[in-house]
Antibody, heavy 123, light 109 residues
Framework: QVQLQESGPGLVKPSETLSLTCAVS?????????WGWIRQPPGKGLEWIGS???????YYNPSLKSRVTISVDTSKNQFSLKLSSVTAADTAVYYC????????????????WGQGTLVTVSS | QSVLTQPPSVSAAPGQKVTISCSGS????????VSWYQQLPGTAPKLLIY???KRPSGIPDRFSGSKSGTSATLGITGLQTGDEADYYC??????????FGGGTKLTVL
C-alpha cells in the first residue's frame, strides 16, 4: 500500500522560506509516477503547487512559480517543497500526493495523498 | 476565486440521489478530462472519478461522472450519511496549471 507522510515546521515567519518533505513508503519513487504538492487554505478549496518526476523534471503552478522549488531524493524515497518569501496568504494545509497523467496526457490524476500538514505563517 | 465553479452546498435525504455541477470554460473542462475528489471531514481528498466517468478500484457504482461541453457533473445515488463530505472537481487549464473547483459541501439530511 502506497503511503505518503508530510513533515516540516508548523510555523514559519513572514518573508522566510517554508520547507516540507514528503516521505513515500510502499512504492519506489524511482519506479515512475509524478509526485506533487497541493495546498488548502483554512476553509477554502484546493490549489496545485507543483509536481516532480523521478528524473527531476518539474512542473509548477504559474502563479507560484517564482517562489517554488520542488526536489526529489530517490535514495531516501522522498521529495521536498520549498516556498520562499511567505506571507499570511500561504497559511494552509499542505498535502503531498502521487499522480499520473490521464490518457490525454494533460490532466494529473492524484491517486494517493498524504494526511496533510498545517503550516501557519505568523510572526 | 476558483477557476472552476461549483455550488457551495447541496443536500438530500438518505437513499436519494444528488448531483454536483462543475462549470468551466473551453480553456479547461471544454478540452480536458475531469476528475472528482471526495474529502471527508478532517481527512485528505480521495479520488472518486477520473477521465470524466471512470471509477478507481474500490469506488462503488453509486458514484458516477459525466461531462458535456464546458461543464461536468458528479452524481451520487443511494445517499448514505457517510457520503457527507466536500467534493472537488479538477482538470487541466491552458494556463499550464491543474485547477480545482471551490468545493461543494454535501449534507445528507
Amino acid at each position: 500500500q502506497v503511503q505518503l507522510q508530510e513533515s516540516g515546521p508548523g510555523l514559519v515567519k513572514p518573508s522566510e522560506t517554508l520547507s516540507l518533505t514528503c516521505a513515500v513508503s510502499g512504492y519506489s519513487i524511482s519506479s515512475g509516477y509524478y509526485w506533487g504538492w497541493i495546498r488548502q487554505p483554512p476553509g477554502k478549496g484546493l490549489e496545485w503547487i507543483g509536481s516532480i518526476y523521478h528524473s527531476g523534471s518539474t512542473y509548477y503552478n504559474p502563479s507560484l512559480k517564482s517562489r517554488v522549488t520542488i526536489s526529489v531524493d530517490t535514495s531516501k524515497n522522498q521529495f521536498s517543497l520549498k516556498l520562499s518569501s511567505v506571507t499570511a496568504a500561504d497559511t494552509a494545509v499542505y498535502y503531498c500526493a502521487r499522480h499520473y497523467y490521464d490518457s490525454s496526457g494533460y490532466c494529473p490524476v492524484f491517486d494517493y495523498w498524504g494526511q496533510g500538514t498545517l503550516v501557519t505563517v505568523s510572526s | 476565486q476558483s477557476v472552476l465553479t461549483q455550488p457551495p452546498s447541496v443536500s438530500a435525504a438518505p437513499g436519494q440521489k444528488v448531483t454536483i455541477s462543475c462549470s468551466g470554460s473551453s480553456s479547461n473542462i471544454g478540452n480536458n478530462y475531469v476528475s472528482w475528489y471526495q474529502q471527508l471531514p478532517g481527512t485528505a481528498p480521495k479520488l472518486l472519478i477520473y477521465e470524466n466517468n471512470k471509477r478507481p478500484s474500490g469506488i462503488p457504482d453509486r458514484f458516477s461522472g459525466s461531462k458535456s461541453g464546458t461543464s461536468a457533473t458528479l452524481g451520487i445515488t443511494g445517499l448514505q450519511t457517510g457520503d457527507e463530505a466536500d467534493y472537488y472537481c479538477g482538470t487541466w487549464d491552458s494556463s499550464l496549471s491543474t485547477v480545482f473547483g471551490g468545493g461543494t459541501k454535501l449534507t445528507v439530511l
